[in-house]
């Protein structure tokens, strides 16, 4: 009797052993689930940034007033017979 009663407490020890410390233990799902949180928060982050990307890239591909706006504040281009003011605060 003694000896089923030692297996029985050597097996739990063990069973809570794996349970606290070993691999897949509450630890270690406690910090596999905060990263899956924090990637699911980025991922989203990037989603919405690649939506603008992509929606940016529509326009400039099917809009010419899109393209035409770009190269003005980014180029400073103007057309022809236009004329460019520079304006300068004073501060």
Do not use: C, P
């Not at 035409?68 to 004329?83: F, P």
Request: charged residues 30%; without cysteine.
């Amino acid at each position: 009797m003694n000896y089923i009663i030692s297996i029985l407490l050597v097996l739990l020890i063990a069973l809570q052993y794996d349970l606290w410390v070993g691999k897949a233990s509450i630890a270690e799902v406690r910090q596999l689930e905060s990263a899956l949180k924090k990637q699911t928060k980025e991922n989203l982050h990037l989603k919405e940034r690649n939506d603008a990307l992509k929606a940016e890239v529509l326009d400039l591909k099917n809009g010419l007033e899109a393209i035409e706006e770009r190269v003005r504040t980014e180029l400073g281009m103007i057309k022809q017979d236009e004329t460019f003011f520079h304006v300068i605060d004073k501060k």
